[in-house]
């Protein structure tokens, strides 16, 4: 079964330090999406991607967070000056066809210190 | 109000029990429902979605109420394997983000 591909499955950060996560998303799907989980809270939504740029984003998805498809197989999420709020579990995921059949990464566990 | 809500449990039931959650969402224009289940530190994975008609998948049965604007799940003869997080989620049909309830809790024991 085709799976998304998260990378590094757990990462450690000082405060301020600019971290990148890596997504390879499934090869024929066209959206690609951030969301995040700190734990113990529910899953938010942060960007979704769709023909080389945003489609929307979230109120948490500030300046400080960018995204890009450098490659046309890797989609990443760039957090610039990570602060200890951004602690948390991010899922990569991707779609063939929008908010149907949408398949997550396992995640990275990201850890500001 | 918050856009999706469930009660978060525990439901601590025995093997081969009935367990039955609902949520409740915010927006009436929600178009997809979907009920993804959660292992502890893990990915959400899609359990199943939610038909207007009703759906079942083996031991798993989905209802909406549009009018009342809840879902519900329904699990039959609960197996160990079945405990897991199950997280409620919407899309209003305008784009294609999904907004996830807090998840519910179902503990079956042996």
């Known amino acids: 079964e085709p799976e998304v591909t998260q990378t590094p499955s757990h990462q450690v950060t000082q405060m301020g330090q600019e971290v990148i996560l890596r997504c390879v998303p499934i090869?024929?799907?066209?959206?690609f999406y951030w969301y995040r989980q700190i734990l113990g809270q529910k899953v938010e939504f942060l960007v979704s991607f769709y023909n080389n740029e945003i489609s929307e984003k979230s109120e948490i998805f500030d300046d400080q967070f960018s995204v890009e498809r450098p490659d046309g197989s890797n989609f990443t999420l760039k957090i610039r000056s990570t602060k200890l709020e951004d602690s948390a579990m991010y899922f990569c995921?991707?779609?063939?066809?929008?908010?149907?059949?949408?398949?997550f990464g396992s995640g990275t566990r990201l850890t500001v210190v | 109000r918050k856009e999706v809500e469930q009660d978060p449990g525990p439901f601590n039931v025995p093997e081969g029990a009935t367990v039955a959650f609902n949520c409740t969402y915010s927006?009436?224009?929600?178009?997809?429902f979907f009920w993804y289940r959660q292992d502890c530190r893990k990915e959400p994975k899609l359990l199943m979605s939610?038909?207007?008609s009703g759906n079942e998948d083996g031991r798993f049965t989905a209802q909406l109420n549009r009018a009342s604007q809840y879902i519900s799940l329904l699990i039959r003869d609960s197996k160990l394997s079945d405990s897991a997080t199950y997280l409620c989620?919407?899309?209003?049909?305008?784009?294609?983000?999904?907004?996830f309830g807090a998840g519910t809790t179902v503990t079956v024991r042996a």
């Open positions: 989620v919407v899309n209003n049909g305008n784009d294609y983000k999904l907004s």
């Open positions: 939610v038909y207007s």
């Open positions: 995921a991707s779609s063939a066809r929008g908010r149907l059949g949408y398949t």
């Open positions: 927006n009436s224009a929600s178009q997809s």
């Open positions: 090869s024929n799907h066209l959206y």
